[in-house]
């Protein structure tokens, strides 16, 4: 996946760019577990249940990755860890703020790919070293920034004008949204979600919307045969 397309990216393992395709695992795997821990972190200190949870951390070490990739052959190791790290924090704020705007993202994607893609260009060039490159910000070097700068307003223009165009036409031919007939289907409450996959393709989409077994339905498990027992322990024995 990700090291296929970040240091696989290199074509080539002679002496020199064996050296590179290296260094860019190292940075891309730095990236993606700080992220995935800042991540981890603030959610389990800002949500309310106060647990950690594995959506979280998934999503943070995405968030990692997307936010080195753009520097990962020209950033040295360190600055990996602070992409990363900083990439969780972008992840986390851009995800809560898609969610308080009442956006339809239930795949994070803006906040995963848009904001963390947007921090990954940006620190790239503030980031990139002299040795690797022609050097960003701290290389002293202001230039690569500006030119990045301007390319994630040219890419975000772009996709927006773009989206804007397509959800429009949707929108008019009546294809944006499902038909009302499936959302009555799918009712309304916290499992509104769940009931839709049922309804429209007859089944459910993530493992944690299926539905608990009642206790009152739930058997206690079926005692242990001693035969049996004891026929394995004979086997075992021989």
């Known amino acids: 996946g990700w090291y296929g397309f970040n240091f696989g990216s290199t074509l ?3 002496d020199e760019l064996a050296d590179v395709a290296g260094r860019i695992a190292v940075c891309t795997t730095l990236s993606a577990a700080s992220a995935g821990v800042v991540t981890v972190c603030l959610d389990r200190a800002l949500s309310p249940a106060k647990e950690f ?5 998934c999503n943070g070490i995405l968030a990692g990755l997307v936010s080195v990739t753009a520097g990962c052959a020209s950033v040295p190791t360190w600055s990996a860890v602070v992409l990363g790290g900083v990439g ?3 992840y986390f704020a851009a995800s809560r703020l898609v969610l308080r705007c009442r956006v339809d993202d239930p795949l994070d994607a803006f ?3 848009g904001a963390c893609g947007a921090w ?11 040795h690797y490159s022609e050097g960003g910000l701290i290389a002293g070097k202001g230039d690569m920034l500006g030119a990045a700068a301007v390319f994630v307003l040219a890419v975000s223009s772009w996709s927006a004008s773009m989206s804007l165009v397509v959800f429009c036409a949707l929108d008019k031919l009546q294809l944006l949204r499902l038909p009302h007939r499936y959302l009555a289907m799918a009712g309304g409450g916290i499992d509104a979600g769940a009931r ?4 429209t393709h007859s089944g459910l989409a993530f493992v944690e919307c299926r539905p608990a077994i009642p206790s009152s339905t739930r058997r206690p498990a079926a005692p242990a045969d001693e035969q049996a027992v004891a026929g394995v322990g004979a086997v075992e024995l021989q």
């Open 88 to 90: 969780g924090f972008v």
């Open 53 to 57: 949870e594995v959506t979280a951390m």
């Open 111 to 113: 906040a995963v790919h």
């Open 196 to 199: 839709l996959d049922a309804s």
């Open 120 to 130: 990954g260009v940006l620190g790239a060039a503030v980031l990139s070293s002299g």
């Open 12 to 14: 080539d393992f002679d």
